[in-house]
């Protein structure tokens, strides 16, 4: 019998994108119409924003207890959170939860390890660009990393929070992406990983001029292979 998937929800576009990527893909291994059970929590974005905003992670990390406690009573097995920005808060939080966690950083630099890329540029939220999720999961799969400039990495942060989590996907933004990941080509990178979970909304493989990791259906895929075990 499959486990059963707790999603901590964040931001709605990105958890959504999570969700029907495990239905959808779930009947390649569980038979058509199949996947496993799943409960999904959600806590306002804005709630979760007044606390990064005050660099209060710890706060934050409250915040993701209160859901994974609600997921754990409604019996999920293990969690996962389609929001790479509020791992930082995760991390803080991990040794209190009730029950485990995939990591997102962790299963994107599990695939970008299997794919024998050596440098990745790394596109989200300014938190997530600056911050310390993603740089010692790639380190310690052997992988070096680059961000874009700081001018970039303002330009992003407003077109995620004032289009993406709200369901606008235009193409300036796209073509501004775009640009961006022909930057980070030049600086030696020979993978982009899209890790906000709206991004994947925006840019394709297709639009890039770099192989994509795409963080939402990462952790989806992981979530399917860890619900059949």
């Known amino acids: 019998m499959a486990q059963h998937v707790g999603i901590v929800a964040v931001s709605a576009e990105g ?9 959808v893909e779930g009947a390649a291994a569980f038979g058509a119409h ?3 059970e799943i409960t999904m929590h959600t806590i306002a974005l804005a709630r979760y924003m007044e606390r990064i905003d005050a660099d209060d992670w710890k706060s934050a990390g409250e915040l993701i207890l209160r859901s994974a406690r609600k997921l754990a009573e409604a019996g999920a097995d293990f969690l996962i959170c389609p929001d790479n ?12 939860s009730p029950l485990p966690w995939l990591h997102i950083a962790s299963e994107v630099a599990a ?49 995620i929070f004032e289009e993406l ?16 990941i022909t930057k980070l080509k030049a600086r030696g990178c020979d993978a982009v990983a899209l890790s906000c979970t709206e991004i994947p909304l925006l840019i394709s493989e297709a639009d890039s001029r770099l192989p994509i990791l795409d963080s939402t259906r990462i952790l989806a895929r992981a979530a399917l292979r860890e619900a059949s075990k």
């Open 34 to 36: 199949n996947h496993p």
């Open 85 to 96: 920005t509020l791992h930082q808060a995760i991390d803080a939080i991990i040794d209190k």
């Open 15 to 23: 958890a959504a994108l999570c969700y029907r990527t495990i239905c």
């Open 111 to 159: 695939v970008a390890k299997s794919s024998n890329y050596g440098r990745v540029g790394v596109l989200g939220t300014k938190y997530l660009m600056e911050g310390p999720v993603y740089p010692p999961k790639l380190a310690a799969a052997g992988i070096a990393h680059e961000i874009p400039s700081a001018d970039d990495r303002e330009r992003i942060n407003q077109i």
């Open 165 to 180: 989590v709200y369901g606008r996907f235009e193409q300036p933004s796209r073509q501004f992406f775009q640009d961006v």
